[in-house]
């Protein structure tokens, strides 16, 4: 797990919107992105490997420019455009290992592009089932009622993901890239 300065915080609790303990128990918090977290995003993408970046940004990337961390950070108000923090709860301190967002389309307001970074470390553990499922949950509370995606054809994975929260309306790839529109579900109630 990356444990550097960039990646650590502890945050009071009640920042924090809900709690896992992962499949390997690993004890996960995520909390809304801060305006500060920018440093925080920079040094995780330095800690996701080349086929992380390609399948998150479906392009090559070696770093986040200005415009990147603008997007990331600078747009997000967390009604149309919502940003989550993933970190690994730790006694000393948190560890930032993965975020997650969603974009209100403009176009078609109930419709919203998601996407998922988790690192690499982190993955396969159920991180990034977590937080797809608090970021649709939070996107039905904003009368976001589909999520879009642009992914790479082969990227299963993240197919899976997105479909994890509702019902396909759509699944075509086009130009080297497959389109996903998911119905949001609301989730299943807890006893």
């Keep these: 797990m990356p444990d550097d300065d960039d990646h650590v915080r502890r945050p009071p609790a009640d920042e924090y919107l809900a709690w896992a303990t992962l499949g390997d128990g690993l004890r996960v918090a995520a909390r809304f992105q801060h ?6 995003l920079v ?14 940004f479906l392009t090559s990337k070696d770093h986040l420019t200005t415009a990147d961390l603008d997007q990331l950070v600078g747009s997000v108000d967390q009604v149309d455009h919502v940003a989550l923090m993933l970190f690994w709860r730790r006694r000393e301190h948190d560890v930032l290992i993965g975020e997650g967002r ?4 403009p176009s078609a307001p109930q419709d919203a592009e998601v996407a998922v970074t988790i690192a690499d470390e982190a993955q396969g553990m159920g991180a990034a089932r977590f937080l797809t ?12 009622v589909r999520f879009v995606a642009d992914l790479l054809p ?33 989730s299943a109630p807890t006893a």
């Design 35 to 40: 305006p500060d977290d920018a440093g925080a």
């Design 102 to 105: 969603f974009i209100r389309l």
């Design 43 to 56: 040094a995780g993408f330095d800690h996701l490997s080349e086929s992380s970046l390609v399948r998150r």
């Design 154 to 186: 082969y990227n299963e994975a993240a197919r899976r993901l997105v479909c994890s929260v509702g019902e396909v309306e759509e699944d075509y790839i086009e130009d080297a890239t497959r389109h996903l529109a998911v119905r949001i579900l609301p």
């Design 133 to 144: 499922r608090l970021l649709a949950d939070l996107a039905l509370e904003r009368g976001v």
